[in-house]
């Protein structure tokens, strides 16, 4: 299976900018990014498992960890949550030997190629831990806190925060959802997807 999912990824990457180096994924500023596209036909939660699984390596070896030259890297991940979607894929990261450990968020869904064109794709945004246990934490303190006021019209009450380039959208719809807008991306993290994801982050990370 994994051999039949992994030619689905067709990569024809559109990049939004200069690569990123280590030292600007450590501070979590990721604004430039590749969208790599896949087929259309392509079975969505299968895919969404090949890119937790398979693609977010590839991203961390290239993006955080960098050229390895003669030495070995050793490095650690685990697929903490998805919704039923696929649309938000969380994924923890460790590697010791540089000392960076974090969040990686996986969006797949549609986006805009080079031509204008919409078709789904993947791209990831690495936020290191402690940015990461904050940003989970501020999400979470929101809808909280607003829980009153969107319980009151379902659907038409919004709340929106933003973190660096990330946007979120509070409102309900059949429970409490959160829209995420990054990079062109237009994604839902349902609420037992974030509450996993907060969940098992800490606990992946006191372990």
């Known amino acids: 299976m994994k051999k039949l999912l992994l030619p689905l990824l067709i990569c024809y990457g559109v990049t939004t900018n200069a ?11 990721a ?4 969208l790599t596209f896949i087929a259309a036909n392509a079975a969505k939660k299968e895919t969404a498992k090949t890119i937790s699984q398979f693609r977010s390596k590839e ?44 969040l990686l968020l996986a969006f797949f869904g549609e986006n805009r190629d080079e031509n204008g064109y ?11 831990l402690e940015e990461a246990k904050n940003v989970l934490e501020r999400l979470e303190k929101v809808r909280e ?9 379902s ?6 925060v933003q973190h660096k380039d990330l946007k979120f959208v509070f409102y309900r719809e059949n429970g409490n959802q959160i829209r995420v807008f990054w990079n062109g991306f237009e ?4 609420q037992v997807a974030f509450d996993r994801t907060k969940r098992r ?5 006191n372990k």
């Open 59 to 102: 991203f961390i070896i290239n993006k955080i960890i960098g050229d390895a030259g003669n030495k070995e890297i050793k490095f650690e991940t685990e697929s903490l949550a998805s919704d039923d979607s696929g649309g938000l894929i969380s994924i923890a990261f460790n590697c010791d030997e540089i000392n960076e450990r974090g």
């Open 19 to 29: 690569q990123k180096n280590n030292a600007a994924l450590a501070v979590g500023v």
């Open 187 to 190: 994604v839902i993290w349902e």
């Open 145 to 153: 806190n607003n829980s009153k006021y969107l319980s009151e019209s």
């Open 31 to 34: 604004a430039a990014t590749t």
């Open 118 to 128: 919409f078709g789904n794709a993947y791209a990831f945004r690495y936020l290191p």
């Open 155 to 160: 659907n038409v009450n919004n709340v929106f």
């Open 201 to 205: 982050l800490n606990k992946w990370f």
